[in-house]
Structures are given as structure tokens and as C-alpha cells.
């Protein structure tokens, strides 16, 4: 079985800064694309922040020039770093990412984390 996990997330004023992480773990041959979503209350989860096997990254323009998406495929791995947080930008993160399984037999299929909170006010 595959398991993403996020942590990082919390509380931080206006201008803050936050590190995510999230770890995969499991039965993993490959893992492919991983990215950063969000789903505000009331609102539709949205791409954050995505990064590809080749390591090109590809952003929201509501976080261009503010977060930073980055991968460790060692540790398998997938962080965001976010600067000069808004209050705009409180959501429930998600990490997805795109895994293949160790098995005989296995098709790449995307996998969500359980998210994390981040809550940017004053």
C-alpha cells in the first residue's frame, strides 16, 4: 500500500513563511509527477504547484515568485516552500503524486494525501 503523509502546515501571520513536506512511503517502483494542491472552504481544489520527473515546475500565478516546489527523489520527497504568505492563501494543502507500485502488474495512478492546514492571519 501507498501512503502519502504532509506536515509543515500551521499557523502564520501575513508575510510568514512555511515549509511543506510530504513523504511517500510503501510498496513504490516509480514515482512520476508530484504536486502541491489546495481546496479553500467552499471553494474547488486547485493546483498549487507541480514539479515533473525532469524537475520542471510549473505554478499558479497566485504563487508565482512566492513558492517554491521541490523533489528528493531519494528520499521521495516533495516540499513547498512558501514566503510572503497571504491570507488569501489559507487552504487545506494536499500533496498528490503520480505512483507506480512495486507489483507485477501496475499502472501509475495518482495518490492523495490526508492534507494540512495552513492559516495565514493576523
Known amino acids: 500500500q501507498v501512503q502519502l503523509v504532509e506536515s509543515g502546515g500551521g499557523l502564520v501571520q501575513p508575510g510568514g513563511s512555511l515549509r511543506l513536506s510530504c513523504a511517500a512511503s510503501?510498496?513504490?517502483?516509480?514515482?512520476?509527477?508530484m504536486g502541491w494542491y489546495r481546496q479553500a472552504p467552499g471553494k474547488q481544489r486547485e493546483l498549487v504547484a507541480i514539479?515533473?520527473?525532469?524537475?520542471?515546475?510549473t505554478y499558479a500565478d497566485s504563487v508565482k515568485g512566492r513558492f517554491t516546489i521541490s523533489r528528493d527523489n531519494a528520499k521521495r520527497t516533495v516540499s513547498l516552500q512558501m514566503n510572503s504568505l497571504k491570507p488569501e492563501d489559507t487552504a487545506v494543502y494536499y500533496c498528490?503524486?503520480?505512483?507506480?507500485?512495486?507489483?507485477?502488474?501496475?499502472?501509475?495512478?495518482?495518490?492523495w494525501g490526508q492534507g494540512t492546514q495552513v492559516t495565514v492571519s493576523s
Open positions: 510503501g510498496s513504490i517502483r516509480s514515482i512520476y509527477d
Open positions: 498528490n503524486a503520480v505512483i507506480a507500485t512495486a507489483t507485477i502488474v501496475s499502472v501509475p495512478l495518482g495518490y
Open positions: 514539479i515533473v520527473s525532469s524537475g520542471t515546475t
